[in-house]
């Protein structure tokens, strides 16, 4: 008899031994006999390490007889459920129930009440005029604020018109369309409409109205543009300036030409051609009077509306949001002299501050530095600032805290007919172009 290995004879008691412990389904002692594939004709069976690890709970499959019949279950773990089990048992939840008729879930449980949904707009209305003055309606319980009554579309108003009934002035409402008093709307007396207004409608009007001109009643000096049944009239002042003011969807309404006389200069007139309040934000930049914590429309000549349209695209590349002025109208001459400074004329505006998204201020007062190579990051873009705006053609004269001392807390930017000059260079004598406008 051959002597096989000590490690082979300790393998094979290990896997006896593992055996002899199993726990049957019948509760006897089952010991399994090893595959040895050496076995010799006559002889013992020499004891060797196992081809495989020994089954558990059947018989194990064996490589040289083949799948044999399928192994019995072992009643050590659980089988599959019968499907004749009782009914009134516990039935276990479905892993995957079926999505279809499932209910969908709460999206947000914590969220509220939900918010009613907004009025209707009437077609052709702004959603910040309905049921008020220049609003359409169809009966007076349709004009929501006091004392209203509806301009039928019998009387020639279409899709009917809110208004109320006034001797100079009208009320005006939050987020809608200013107003204004005219008269031959009713009889013996003034009745309320909108002005035209080129941020609410294309056109300055609700369809079927026209903007045109009307005097204010019992005022006949003072005008505006309002949005009355038909055509639209001419644009303010007549012009091409007024009529790319309409097409850039400009927020502003028409105002007077003052034509005052500065102090001391009986025969100079502040002529302000195509007159106008521009309101903010203009190109997505506020504009505030330095000393108002709120921006407020700004009264000027139809050019300056324009070219500051151009300047907000410009201070938008530089994330500004709000810029802080000093002042667009001024019926003054310039220092000194007898001749009208470009603030008379509604052309000029003096800049003190600019503030981006972040907070950041870049105060001409403050942080303005006295020389041609500032060192400061504030210093750098406020230079930068003013050669850009001279560079950029926005305006043909830009004066800096750099061209005299008057200008130490503001940029001084007109549009000076014929006008070509930057004072932005130190020294004792600023700029770098002839001065036509000087101020």
Same mark, same amino acid.
């Given at each position: ?48 390490? &196992? ?14 007889? =083949? ?169 303010? =002042? ?27 200069? &009986? ?106 190579? &500032? ?43 014929? =006008? ?20």
């Amino acid at each position: 008899m051959s002597v096989r290995p000590t490690f082979a004879l300790l393998t094979a008691l290990a896997a006896l031994a593992a055996a002899a412990c199993s726990d049957p389904a019948d509760g006897e002692t089952e010991f399994v006999a090893l595959d040895t594939p050496d076995a010799e004709p006559g002889g013992s069976t020499p004891i060797g390490p &196992p081809t495989q690890p020994p089954s558990v709970g059947g018989p194990r499959r064996d490589a040289t007889t =083949g799948p044999g019949p399928a192994p019995a279950p072992d009643a050590r773990l659980p089988g599959p459920p019968d499907p004749e089990a009782d009914a009134g048992g516990p039935v276990p939840p479905d892993p995957e129930p079926d999505a279809g008729v499932r209910p969908p879930p709460d999206p947000d449980p914590d969220a509220g009440p939900v918010e009613p949904p907004p009025p209707d707009v009437p077609p052709g209305d702004a959603p910040g005029n309905v049921g008020f003055i220049g609003a359409s309606c169809a009966v007076d319980a349709d004009c929501t604020f006091a004392e209203a009554f509806c301009l039928g579309a019998d009387e020639g108003y279409p899709n009917g018109m809110c208004s109320q009934d006034c001797d100079r002035f009208c009320p005006d409402q939050a987020g809608a369309s200013v107003t204004f008093c005219v008269g031959e709307l009713v009889a013996g007396g003034g009745a309320c409409v909108q002005q035209c207004d080129y941020a609410a409608f294309e056109t300055g009007c609700r369809p079927g109205y026209g903007c045109r001109q009307a005097a204010r009643f019992n005022e006949a000096g003072v005008t505006r543009q309002v949005c009355l049944p038909g055509e639209a009239g001419p644009p303010p =002042g007549d012009n091409p300036c007024a009529a790319e003011l309409n097409r850039r969807r400009l927020d502003y309404l028409a105002a007077d030409n003052p034509m005052d006389q500065p102090d001391g200069a &009986p025969g100079v007139t502040c002529d302000v051609v195509g007159a106008l309040r521009l309101r903010s934000p203009v190109g997505g930049v506020d504009y505030r009077y330095v000393d108002q914590a709120e921006p407020t429309p700004m009264f000027m000549g139809c050019h300056l509306a324009l070219a500051l349209d151009d300047l907000s695209a410009y201070l938008r590349e530089l994330d500004v949001v709000e810029l802080v002025h000093i002042g667009t109208y001024n019926c003054r001459v310039i220092a000194g002299t007898d001749s009208l400074s470009m603030h008379g004329l509604g052309l000029a505006i003096d800049i003190h501050e600019l503030r981006t998204s972040d907070g950041t201020t870049y105060n001409v007062e403050r942080d303005w530095e006295h020389t041609d190579d &500032p060192q400061t990051r504030e210093g750098r873009f406020l230079y930068e600032f003013g050669q850009q705006m001279f560079a950029r053609g926005i305006f043909n004269i830009v004066l800096t805290p750099n061209y005299n001392a008057a200008h130490d807390n503001h940029f001084h930017v007109d549009l000076t007919p014929g =006008g070509n000059f930057l004072g932005v260079h130190y020294g004792p004598v600023g700029g770098v172009f002839p001065n036509l406008s000087g101020d």
